[in-house]
């Protein structure tokens, strides 16, 4: 699919900076969990319930998104709550998740999450910038195809190596970590992975394998494009791995349809075992 060049060199990167405030904005002004929970009785796109904060934080990124259509801009946009939204071409699309982790943000729990891509075709690999915010830790990371990643503003380090212990991967983010999914996949847990952490966002998650905090990641269950569009190309332009099991080279669509398990790893070994965890899940 033909780009289109005028909405690739928006300044993507100055519009998600200020929907990111946008969203420490809202939650500001609902600090407490009794506000947070709020629904305003409608389902997004995805399906969920719409939360108060969730529109809030939404409207705030379509401000950005017509402040870029009015300049000049083209491009139709994916959003967990409002769905596909048309402004004007459908040659690039931007896939947005304005709050990821909005159960932590209900509770209270600090890793809260924008996730913004911005794609020239329909499959994660046409994704062409990818920002990552973690409002918790100020953490931001900032991917561009075939550039490289700016983590905090400044290209980030060379991420040390893999790490194990007792030849398994010594820490990896689990995600979809309901119980009746982690239950299959345990022995799968036992032999590949030393510990586990969740972060209760894919979009954060993804981050910190771009810093090898963890040593990979994985989703037990099927994963909306709106959560790792972005967080998929910090990784790969990190130096590290991603898959999406059932879709070959990076094939999965950027639509609001949760097709399958993702998988990220610093090393192809570390994707093939955890990559195991979930072959055939969801056939």
Not at 28 to 42: I, L
């Given at each position: 699919?033909?780009?289109s060049?005028?909405?690739?060199?928006?300044?993507?990167?100055?519009?998600?900076?200020?929907?990111?405030?946008?969203?420490?904005?809202?939650?500001?002004?609902?600090p407490?969990?009794?506000?947070?929970v709020e629904e305003?009785?409608?389902r997004?796109?995805?399906?969920?319930?719409?939360?108060?904060?969730?529109?809030?934080?939404?409207?705030g990124?379509?401000?950005?998104?017509?402040?870029?259509?009015?300049?000049g801009?083209?491009?139709?946009?994916?959003?967990?709550?409002?769905?596909?939204?048309?402004?004007?071409?459908?040659?690039?699309?931007?896939?947005?998740?304005?709050?990821?982790?909005?159960?932590?943000?209900?509770?209270?729990?600090?890793?809260?999450?924008i996730?913004?891509?911005v794609?020239?075709?329909?499959?994660?690999?046409d994704?062409?910038?990818?920002?990552?915010?973690?409002?918790?830790?100020?953490?931001?990371w900032?991917a561009?195809?075939?550039?490289g990643?700016?983590?905090?503003?400044?290209?980030?380090s060379?991420?040390?190596?893999?790490?194990?212990?007792?030849?398994?991967?010594?820490?990896?983010?689990?995600?979809?970590?309901?119980p009746?999914?982690?239950a299959?996949?345990?022995?799968?847990?036992?032999?590949?992975?030393?510990?586990?952490?969740?972060?209760?966002?894919?979009?954060?998650s993804l981050?910190?394998v771009?810093?090898?905090?963890?040593?990979?990641?994985?989703?037990?269950?099927?994963?909306?494009?709106?959560?790792?569009?972005?967080?998929?190309l910090?990784?790969?332009?990190?130096?590290?791995?991603?898959?999406?099991?059932?879709?070959?080279?990076?094939?999965?669509?950027?639509?609001?349809?949760?097709?399958?398990?993702?998988?990220?790893?610093?090393?192809?070994?570390?994707?093939?075992?955890?990559?195991?965890?979930?072959?055939?899940?969801?056939?």
């Amino acid at each position: 699919m033909a780009s289109s060049p005028a909405a690739l060199q928006a300044d993507w990167l100055g519009a998600c900076r200020r929907a990111t405030q946008g969203l420490r904005d809202v939650l500001v002004a609902h600090p407490t969990s009794h506000e947070r929970v709020e629904e305003t009785g409608e389902r997004g796109g995805g399906g969920d319930q719409t939360l108060v904060i969730d529109q809030a934080a939404e409207d705030g990124v379509f401000r950005e998104l017509e402040r870029l259509h009015d300049g000049g801009a083209r491009f139709c946009a994916v959003s967990e709550e409002r769905g596909v939204v048309d402004f004007g071409s459908d040659d690039v699309t931007v896939v947005i998740d304005p709050i990821d982790g909005s159960m932590n943000a209900k509770r209270g729990i600090p890793h809260v999450g924008i996730s913004i891509a911005v794609a020239d075709g329909t499959t994660m690999a046409d994704v062409a910038f990818g920002y990552v915010a973690d409002l918790g830790t100020d953490d931001e990371w900032v991917a561009r195809r075939g550039e490289g990643v700016l983590h905090n503003g400044k290209p980030a380090s060379e991420p040390p190596p893999e790490r194990r212990k007792e030849g398994r991967l010594e820490l990896v983010a689990i995600e979809s970590a309901d119980p009746q999914w982690i239950a299959p996949a345990i022995e799968g847990l036992q032999e590949h992975v030393h510990r586990l952490r969740a972060f209760g966002s894919i979009a954060i998650s993804l981050g910190q394998v771009a810093c090898a905090r963890v040593d990979g990641m994985v989703t037990l269950w099927r994963t909306r494009a709106v959560d790792c569009a972005a967080g998929q190309l910090v990784v790969r332009e990190s130096g590290g791995f991603v898959a999406f099991p059932g879709f070959p080279e990076l094939s999965s669509p950027l639509d609001l349809e949760p097709h399958g398990p993702l998988v990220a790893a610093r090393t192809e070994r570390g994707l093939d075992e955890l990559s195991s965890l979930v072959d055939g899940r969801l056939a």
